[in-house]
Each structure stands twice: as structure tokens, then as C-alpha cells.
């Protein structure tokens, strides 16, 4: 499996969308089923991805407890939290 492919899906997915949250909460559960199977390179390089955008978002969520940043943030959280996880 192409290593950037995920990582690009996530990362777009990580940032703010101007469409209801509901429509986030969809789509976040299904990119999360996608990237629980994730293995190898693939699944390290969104790891990476994911983190990079919880730090680079970090200070802005601060700022706005409610904003996109926060939302990126929390996106970016869930991301990290799926991946760490042992592989299957």
C-alpha cells in the first residue's frame, strides 16, 4: 500500500471543512475503521502526520476552545489514539 495515500486522507481530513459536524462524525468514524487496518509504513507516516497537526494546532486550540483548531486538534487526537494502538 502507497504510505502517502493514508497520510494525505488524514491529514485532509484533519483540517477544518465548512460542512456540519455531524457530516465530521461520519466521516471520522469511517477514516477511523480505514486506519485501524493500516499497517507497516503506511500506518507509521499517518502516525507521524497526525502528530505533527496536534502540534502544530496545539497553541491555536488553546486560543479557541471551539474553533477549527480545536476541532483539527481533537481529529488529530482520535488519529494518534487509533494508531498507537498493536497492529491487527
Known sequence: MNAVLPSLAAASFCAPHASSSSTHSRWLA???DYLEGLKGAGRTKTLQDAEK????SADAAEADAEGPAAQKSERASQVITVLQRPEQ
Open 30 to 32: 469511517i477514516m477511523i
Open 53 to 56: 497537526l496536534l502540534a502544530e
